[in-house]
């Protein structure tokens, strides 16, 4: 089983500030994993696909980058919305689990 | 993307059948894409449980596989999850979700979702 630990579990920044969200996968996955942000009392919401693309509709503020078993999500200025669980999932092996997620605050 | 509209029970007894159903609308589920339950608890997150590729192909979670059942429907275009002998465990909000295939690569991610349905086990 391919493990995913995504850190911090909390960030708390200002707006307009930059994040920064990691996820380390316990296997190389590649570039096969996915991020996504889910807000309070929704559905997910896919935000990256392949480590770096982005998914329809997302604005390019949102940036993923990474390969093998360290990858980035990077929001590069907040704004109050973006407050949100974000999660990653890897790609490469079924059932494609996700990271236990971290909480943005602003 | 397309929308996806869950429908289904939000109490389930134990040992009983949990049913949902997922019609998919804007597009079609004959496409090439993979079709998805995930579940969510606040003890063990999200999870992928099952999978149905277009063509009939499925995965499931192992730990759940002997309980689980997805299916299409193409006529009516929507597929269901079944699971059988639930227990407290189960308690969880499920959802569907569409698992997108792109030129590059099959699937990709979960691009559409349905709204969600907790299911609670209890007596």
């Known amino acids: 089983e391919i493990v995913l630990t995504q850190s911090p579990a909390t960030l708390s920044l200002s707006p307009g500030e930059r994040a920064t969200l990691s996820c380390r996968a316990s296997?190389?996955?590649?570039?096969?994993v996915a991020w996504y942000q889910q807000k309070p009392g929704q559905a997910p919401r896919l935000l990256i696909y392949?480590?770096?693309s982005r998914a329809t509709g997302i604005p390019p503020r949102f940036t993923g980058s990474g390969s093998g078993t360290d990858f980035s999500l990077t929001i590069s200025s907040l704004e109050p919305e973006d407050v949100a669980v974000y999660y990653c999932?890897?790609?490469?092996?079924?059932?494609?689990?996700f990271g236990q997620g971290t909480k943005l605050e602003i | 993307q397309v929308h996806l509209q869950q429908s289904g029970p939000g109490l389930v007894r134990p040992s009983g059948t949990l049913s949902l159903t997922c019609v998919v609308s804007?597009?079609?589920?004959?496409?090439?894409?993979?079709w998805t339950w995930l579940r969510q608890s606040p003890g063990k997150g999200l999870e992928s449980i099952a999978e149905?590729?277009?063509?009939?192909?499925?995965n499931y979670d192992p730990s759940l596989r002997s309980r689980l059942t997805i299916s299409l429907d193409k006529s009516k275009n929507q597929f269901s999850l079944r699971l059988t002998s639930v227990t407290a465990a189960d308690t969880a909000v499920y959802y569907c979700?569409?698992?997108?295939?792109?030129?590059?690569?099959?699937?990709?991610?979960?691009?559409?979702w349905g709204q969600g349905t907790l299911v609670t086990v209890s007596s």
């Open positions: 149905i590729y277009h063509d009939g192909v499925t």
């Open positions: 296997h190389s996955i590649n570039t096969y």
């Open positions: 979700a569409r698992d997108f295939c792109s030129d590059m690569n099959c699937p990709e991610g979960l691009d559409s």
């Open positions: 999932q890897q790609r490469t092996t079924w059932p494609y689990n």
């Open positions: 804007d597009g079609s589920i004959t496409t090439n894409n993979w």
């Open positions: 392949d480590a770096s």
